[in-house]
């Protein structure tokens, strides 16, 4: 069974303290892993789509990258905006269709 | 990233009472629209596939007679909640499915408080 867990459950950060957030993933066939920013409220934003083992991707203070077994999220020198949850999620088959597994998100708060 | 509109953004309801949200696609058309329910700090579960024109998959575990779910048109997708108990109060998130789409954008969600 396809399973996402993320860890920390919780991260409090200084303004310009860099960190990482984990994803570790279990997935019959990876189609695709996806990073989002989710806000109080509001629905979840799209923020990076892996593929394959040794992709990254770049955005701003964000950085992803991904293993065969896992998947960090680097934020570099955060600021308060930053302040958010991220949920990690995966894909699996080969429809952009098939269900999406989302992991439980890191709730990342930046103090000034 | 695509366009989704809910409405409404928050309810509260009685318990025993129905309630419909509204998930419309703004800037394109929607053969098919995911529902998802996510409770406070958990994971978004995936509730049911929707398509355009014939009834709706649901997830293992969700009562299809308690979620009605309608997709009537190409903008628009609803999910009733019928005789909603507190057990119901939830975050309440549609996703369109576009097949040139590298993945699943979402809507703004829809908070249900049950009373």
């Known amino acids: 069974e396809d399973q996402v867990t993320q860890s920390p459950e919780a991260l409090r950060l200084q303004e310009g303290e860099s960190s990482s957030l984990n994803c570790s993933y279990t997935?019959?066939?990876?189609?695709?892993l996806f990073w989002y920013r989710q806000d109080p409220g509001k629905g979840p934003e799209f923020l990076f789509t892996?593929?394959?083992a040794g992709e990254e991707k770049e955005k701003e203070r964000l950085k992803a990258t991904l293993t065969k077994k896992e998947s960090f999220l680097h934020i570099t020198a955060p600021k308060p905006e930053d302040s958010a949850t991220y949920l990690c999620?995966?894909?699996?088959?080969?429809?952009?269709?098939?269900?999406?597994?989302f992991g439980s998100g890191t709730r990342l708060s930046i103090r000034p | 990233g695509a366009v989704v509109s809910q409405h409404p953004s928050r309810v509260i309801c009685k318990s025993g009472t129905s309630v419909k949200i509204e998930c419309r696609s703004l800037?394109?058309?929607?053969?098919?629209m995911f529902w998802y329910r996510q409770f406070p700090k958990k994971s978004l579960m995936l509730m049911a596939t929707s398509n355009e024109g014939s009834k709706a998959t649901y997830e293992q575990g969700v009562e299809k007679d308690k979620f009605l779910i309608n997709h009537a048109s190409l903008t628009l997708s609803t999910l009733t909640v019928t005789s909603a108990h507190p057990e119901d109060s939830s975050f309440y998130i549609c996703?369109?499915?576009?097949?040139?789409?590298?993945?699943?954008?979402f809507g703004p969600g829809t908070r249900l408080l049950v009373l």
């Open positions: 999620a995966v894909q699996s088959g080969y429809s952009s269709a098939s269900k999406i597994i």
């Open positions: 892996l593929y394959s």
């Open positions: 997935v019959s066939g990876l189609r695709g």
């Open positions: 800037d394109f058309q929607a053969t098919t």
């Open positions: 996703s369109p499915y576009l097949v040139h789409q590298e993945t699943q954008y």
